[in-house]
Each structure stands twice: as C-alpha cells, then as structure tokens.
C-alpha cells in the first residue's frame, strides 16, 4: 500500500514541533526504518505537516522540511 493512499491529508495550518531526545531526528522517504533517510531535522524545528497515517502499529507524520516531503514517527514530536 502506498503511503499517501493509507494516510489522511491534515489541515494546511497543522504544525510539529520536533522534540528528541537526540540532536536531530531522521526524516524517511516512506513511512519505514528500512534505510530510507533523506533528511536530519533539528530538535525543536518547527514544521508544516501534510499528512498521518499509522504504519506497522506506529503513527507517522508526512512533513515538510528544507523544500523537501518526508516522514517522521509522531511519538518525537507534539503539534501545535
């Protein structure tokens, strides 16, 4: 299944916070932890979420950041 046909598109004005407890957070290509990474987003950046969806039992985000789309797991941030 693709990633945009099992998410929900979200509101223009939802936003994230970032919030790890490392440095940077890596931002997927698709919802996934097989090696996908195209991104590190800074803790505490602050970014436009496009979409959610819940992949293998985990609920992700699909982000904008640095003119770039991509995923981070919800559990690492709080939207405002």
Known sequence: IEAEDASVPLPRST??????????????RW?????????????????PVLR???????RW???????REGWIVEAYTSLC
Do not use: H, Y
């Open 15 to 28: 936003m994230a916070k970032v919030e790890t407890r490392g440095a940077m957070l890596n931002m997927r």
């Open 31 to 47: 919802p996934s932890f097989n090696p996908n990474v195209i991104a590190s987003i800074p803790n505490g950046a602050v970014v």
């Open 52 to 58: 959610c969806g819940v992949f293998d039992d985990r």
């Open 61 to 67: 985000l699909c982000i904008q950041f640095d003119g």
